[in-house]
T-cell receptor, first 115, second 110 residues
Framework: DAGITQSPRHKVTETGTPVTLRCHQT?????MYWYRQDPGHGLRLIHY???????DKGEVSDGYSVSRSKTEDFLLTLESATSSQTSVYFC??????????????FGPGTRLTVL | EDQVTQSPEALRLQEGESSSLNCSYT??????LFWYRQDPGKGPEFLFT???AGEEKEKERLKATLTKKESFLHITAPKPEDSATYLC???????????FGTGTSLTVIP
C-alpha cells in the first residue's frame, strides 16, 4: 500500500456525532487526498492537500473538513455525521516531483457507517 | 457531465479468453490517464499512467493504450486471479483534481 495507513479501518457511529479519520504516510509525498467511494459514483474527491497547512476543496466537500499539520498526516473530520456520509473513505498520496507527481497511491480504506 | 465513462460495467470471461475494457473521457486538456485494479475490500492498486495519444504500457497480461478520446485495457489470456474491478481516472491540464470512472467488474471463470 505504498506506505499508507488509515485508521480506523471500520467505524460505526450515530447521526450528529463528530468523526475523524486519519491517514498516515511514510513516503514523504507532498500531495495527499481524501476520496469517498459509493456504488454507482466511483471515487469522488472530498479534499486534498498540497503541503503542510495547504488544503483545497474537491467536488464533494460539503460537511467535511481537513487538516494537515505534518507532512505525514492528513485528517478528515465529519463535524456532525449524517447517514449520507456512510461510505468507504480512501486516502491517496502522490509524488514529490517530476513525472511521478501525478500517479496516486491509495491506502486500504475506512468503512464508515452512520446510523 | 461525466468526464470519464467506463464500459462494460461488468464482463465475464473464460480463462484464456482475451478481451478489452474501454475508458472514454471528455476533459478538454489531458494531463494523464490512469488505470487501477481494485480487489473487494481493498484500495485501488496502481497499474499504468499514460500521458499522450499513441502511448502504450504493458504489465504481464495487461496492456493499456491511449487515443485522444479513449483508452483501452487489453487483457490477454486472462487467469482467474485477474478477476477484479478495473478503474480508469483522468487528470486535466489545469487544477489538481482526478476524475474516476465507475469501473469495470471483471470475472474470469476457470
Amino acid at each position: 500500500d505504498a506506505g499508507i495507513t488509515q485508521s480506523p479501518r471500520h467505524k460505526v457511529t450515530e447521526t450528529g456525532t463528530p468523526v475523524t479519520l486519519r491517514c498516515h504516510q511514510t513516503e514523504n509525498h507532498r500531495y495527499m487526498y481524501w476520496y469517498r467511494q459509493d456504488p454507482g459514483h466511483g471515487l469522488r474527491l472530498i479534499h486534498y492537500s498540497y503541503g503542510v497547512k495547504d488544503t483545497d476543496k474537491g467536488e464533494v466537500s460539503d460537511g467535511y473538513s481537513v487538516s494537515r499539520s505534518k507532512t505525514e498526516d492528513f485528517l478528515l473530520t465529519l463535524e456532525s455525521a449524517t447517514s449520507s456520509q456512510t461510505s468507504v473513505y480512501f486516502c491517496a498520496i502522490s509524488g514529490v516531483s517530476g513525472v511521478g507527481t501525478d500517479t496516486q497511491y491509495f491506502g486500504p480504506g475506512t468503512r464508515l457507517t452512520v446510523l | 457531465e461525466d468526464q470519464v465513462t467506463q464500459s462494460p460495467e461488468a464482463l465475464r470471461l473464460q480463462e484464456g479468453e482475451s478481451s478489452s475494457l474501454n475508458c472514454s473521457y471528455t476533459v478538454s486538456g489531458l494531463r494523464g490517464l490512469f488505470w487501477y485494479r481494485q480487489d473487494p475490500g481493498k484500495g485501488p492498486e496502481f497499474l499504468f499512467t499514460l500521458y499522450s495519444a499513441g502511448e502504450e504500457k504493458e504489465k504481464e497480461r495487461l496492456k493499456a493504450t491511449l487515443t485522444k478520446k479513449e483508452s483501452f485495457l487489453h487483457i490477454t489470456a486472462p487467469k482467474p486471479e485477474d478477476s477484479a474491478t478495473y478503474l480508469c481516472a483522468v487528470r486535466e491540464n489545469t487544477g489538481n483534481q482526478f476524475y474516476f470512472g465507475t469501473g469495470t467488474s471483471l470475472t474470469v471463470i476457470p
